[in-house]
């Protein structure tokens, strides 16, 4: 049997051959087993060069949920009101709001069908 280009699936479609059974020659599993190394080196390289740092986005986000927290108070306030004070949008507040409900930063209740958002305790 003569290989054609072994490409990493090829390489892949022949080691599901072998582990069902199919007989290999020694040709094609000395390359089988060398394009496998060299894929496995490749995403560990690629895995490796992946920065953990936070994205702009995320670092903003940061800085604005500090600023909710700073203008929090302890008997609550609403979404608008902390919105408006830190200088963002409601839709931008409620799910910052979401976010640091989700880490136990912040408690939300409800008081006559209104709700609040304060510090949690």
Known sequence: ???EKLTYVNAI???LRAINGENLS?????????????????LEK???SKSNKPTKKQVENGNTKAEILKV???EGQKCGDIAEKVGISGQKCSALLRQLI???????YEDKRVTYFRIAQ
């Open 46 to 48: 690629r895995n490796a």
């Open 13 to 15: 479609n022949f080691a």
């Open 1 to 3: 049997m003569t290989m």
């Open 26 to 42: 020694e040709t094609e599993k000395v390359a089988v087993a060398e394009k496998l190394i060299a894929l496995g080196q490749s």
């Open 72 to 74: 929090l108070t302890a």
């Open 102 to 108: 989700d880490t136990n930063q912040v408690e939300k």
